[in-house]
């Protein structure tokens, strides 16, 4: 019995890990407005997204697929954000931490 639960405990973690997200690939789609390194200020309305911590950037996305913003790209970043689950939002934000 306990062999059994091993193998399906290892099996499970295999299988949730196949499926996390990856912050460097979705990052691929936002080199281009915000910079290699997410050093780039966008619009003058943006702030380089690596002066950002976690939280603000996940919170920004999470505004984004409303179509609204603090920073006023509402409309530019809904089609962006609105296919990122709330583990996309969270793997990117964190992915973007490495990058400074």
């Known amino acids: 019995m306990k062999k059994i639960l091993i ?3 290892i099996a499970a973690m ?5 499926f996390a997200a990856d912050g460097a690939t979705i990052y691929k789609k936002c080199i281009a407005c915000h910079g290699q390194k997410a050093e780039k200020m966008f619009n003058n309305k943006v702030p380089a997204l690596s002066s950002l911590d976690t939280a603000t950037i996940v919170a920004a996305l999470k505004e984004y697929k409303t179509g609204k913003n603090s920073y006023g790209m ?8 609105t296919p990122l689950s709330d ?4 793997a990117v934000a ?3 931490q490495t990058l400074k």
């Not at 295999?14 to 196949?18: G, T, Y």
Request: hydrophobic share 50%; no cysteine; charged share 15%.
């Open 87 to 90: 583990a996309d939002a969270q």
């Open 14 to 18: 295999l299988a949730s890990s196949m």
């Open 94 to 96: 964190e992915y973007i």
């Open 74 to 81: 509402g409309a530019m970043m809904k089609p962006i954000a």
């Open 7 to 9: 193998v399906s405990g």
